[in-house]
């Protein structure tokens, strides 16, 4: 069985939506094996988002992640990175399948709803930032 961390971002958290997600990632048959809510600090958002450090929207990303409570959450299940992402559908609400999160949630490409993990390797990073260095294992 493989893990995912998903995080809920804070647009659907303050829209009410962390049920209808969670409920979306169940009925598909993936598991929750860890969850938490969390005020990201700036600390652990640059953590997270490492990879997009001098792009020219990384100040936005980690001013839009720290703005209030966002959901962290480790999903189980088989294939749980390729589903999950297929469940949370294109970066792009405009462009994601209809009844994907993006599209039934998303505001646009910045403000899109969620967020999973695109390899186990990064994962294993991404719960560490969010669970701590004892739950790296999830």
């Known amino acids: 069985m493989e893990k ?3 995080l809920i971002k804070p647009d659907a958290v303050e829209r009410s939506l962390i049920g209808n997600i969670i409920a979306l990632y169940e009925k598909s048959g993936l598991t929750v094996k860890a969850l938490r809510m969390v005020h990201a600090d700036k600390s652990s958002a640059e953590e997270h988002y490492v990879e997009h450090y001098g792009r020219p929207y990384y100040d936005n990303l980690i001013a839009y992640i720290t703005r209030s409570p966002l959901v962290a959450m480790v999903l189980e299940g088989e294939d749980a990175i390729a589903r999950v992402r297929e469940i949370n559908g294109k970066t792009d609400p405009r462009q994601a ?7 039934l949630y998303g505001i646009s490409t910045s403000e899109n709803t969620v967020h999973a993990s695109d390899s186990p390797e990064s994962a294993k990073r991404e ?6 260095p004892e739950k790296k294992d999830l």
Not at 127 to 132: L, R, S, T, Y
């Open 4 to 6: 995912t961390l998903v």
């Open 97 to 103: 399948a209809e009844g994907t999160i993006r599209a």
């Open 127 to 132: 719960a560490e930032v969010w669970f701590g």
